[in-house]
């Protein structure tokens, strides 16, 4: 089955979707640096130094990925909006992990549903604002 968030090739001029805001997530590179890449164009990335040269190189990686791939006549996936999530999801586990991670959250007093909340935000840097920093890339490259 197709995804809904693809548009049929052809249908839209290149500048349609070039002016798209696609999420661009950045994070902080154990080497030094910054990374980033925009997970709805599979394989846009790119690497800088600096945050100011992170926006300038991503936004070059973005127009890159969706002029070749337009050109090749593929498709093009449109940005994906937050409203596609409602925030569940079923997670099936072992009963001893189920019950490991039941004693643990019971030890720290919160809710089983907080405690993983919390664990998957750490593993994820959802909670590090110095390590990710997620949303729309509005910003304009330098002229």
Avoid at 60 to 76: F, P, Q, T
Wanted: charged content about 35%; glycine content about 6%; some cysteine.
């Amino acid at each position: 089955m197709k995804d809904e968030r693809l548009i049929e090739k052809g249908r839209k001029p290149l500048e349609y979707y070039l002016r798209l805001k696609y999420p661009v997530t950045i994070h902080e590179a154990e080497e030094g640096g910054y990374f980033a890449e925009i997970i709805d164009l599979p394989g846009c990335m790119a690497q800088a130094e600096t945050l100011d040269d992170m926006h300038e190189e991503i936004d070059i990686a973005r127009k890159l990925w969706l002029e070749s791939m337009y050109e090749d006549g593929n498709e093009i996936p449109l940005p994906r909006n937050e409203s596609e999530y409602s925030g569940k999801f079923i997670v099936r586990v072992p009963k001893s992990l189920h019950r490991k991670l039941d004693q643990i959250a019971e030890r720290e007093g919160v809710s089983l549903n907080q405690y993983v909340v919390s664990a998957l935000s750490h593993v994820t840097g959802q909670n590090d604002s110095k390590t990710s920093r997620r949303g729309l890339y509005a910003r304009t490259s330098k002229k």
